[in-house]
């Protein structure tokens, strides 16, 4: 049931962006400062507050994944599109982080939504085959969970095998929403703390989409890795990897 009042999808998808730009700000032009023997004690301190900040963004974009894929009209584009700007993405996201055109050692996000998005497509198709006994779709749904994390690991994509985990605890607890923010904080408070803060704005979700600029949200991505990096660039500091 939609809420009158609350957040709505846009506005969740926007402190995702934010908090993401926050991050990323401090993780190439400021980490690439530090690396460079340019840093101060208080530089260290910002660096790592952004960087806690920045922990916000991926349980949003985690949420709003699961919840495009329950509304989306056909989760077949949904998962092309993702696929699209993860290509799109990659030779940014290389540049940003590891100071090179194109390197296969650690890929974006949009990679580990992905296969986050093609793991619950995989349970959903699983679950609606009631006629199968019990046993055979239990084993199934285990072979598919771990398929789709150990994906994740072997490509080495942001987040890897445990951004896979959370979204499908998400997918599995999202018709009950305390039940599922409680999974989700237990999901990241063993290994990033700060990322539990997002699901603050995600508990007042009232389920409404707000602004249609969707595309807007996927471009930003690669657009603002690009600029950072020319930031870098025009700094003197885009030789320095910092993955």
Known sequence: MMRTHGVSGSTLKLIAVVTMLID???????????????????????????????????????????????????????????????????????????????????????????IGLLTIMAFDAVYEKQEWHMAVRAVLLAVIAVGGMGLAYLMHTDYDAK?????????????????????????????????????????????KRGLNIKYFFYAFYPVHLLILYLICLCMGTAGVAVV
């Open 24 to 114: 990323h700000v401090a993780a190439t032009v400021i980490a690439r400062m530090l690396f460079t023997g340019q840093g101060t004690q208080m530089l260290w301190r910002i660096y790592f507050g952004m960087r806690d900040i920045g922990r916000i963004a991926f349980p949003i974009y985690c949420f709003l994944l699961v919840e495009g894929f329950d509304h989306t009209r056909n989760r077949r584009k949904y998962a092309l599109r993702l696929f699209l700007f993860a290509l799109v993405s990659e030779v940014p996201f290389d540049l940003a982080f590891g100071s090179t055109f194109l390197e296969f050692g650690y890929q974006n996000v949009f990679f580990t939504l992905l």
């Open 163 to 207: 951004g896979v985990m959370v979204i499908l605890i998400l997918y599995l607890t999202r018709k009950i929403r305390g039940l599922q923010i409680l999974a989700g904080c237990l999901a990241f408070c063993w290994w990033e703390l700060p990322a539990i803060v997002a699901f603050i704005p995600i508990a007042f979700y009232n389920g």
